[in-house]
């Protein structure tokens, strides 16, 4: 069971989040044309990184908050933990 510090919390249990899937799509600038196989892409495909990975995490059980996860998903480590609107360095 991992410990995820939530960056309004403070440590809580696995149990209270929910994964959100990979940090580091960028939706497509709004009002811009866009190619069907680039919606596509941004859509529905994600990589299956191994190693150290940004990941979206939300705090279901908790303040209810999106953020940032840097975790290893070899080892599940988890290196940091950033608000929404804070870089992972
Ligand atoms: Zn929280």
């Not at 309004?8 to 939706?27: I, L, N, P």
């Amino acid at each position: 069971m991992l410990s995820i510090k939530c960056p309004f919390c403070g440590y809580r249990s696995q149990k209270e989040f929910a994964y959100g899937g990979d940090g580091t799509v960028k939706r497509p600038e709004l009002n811009q044309e866009i190619s069907d196989d680039k919606w596509n892409e941004f859509v529905y495909l994600r990589k299956s990184p191994r190693g150290k990975h940004v990941e979206l995490w939300h705090h279901v059980a908790g303040c209810r908050q999106w953020f940032k996860v840097q975790r290893d998903t070899v080892t599940h480590e988890i290196f940091q933990t950033a608000k929404m609107n804070e870089e992972i360095k």
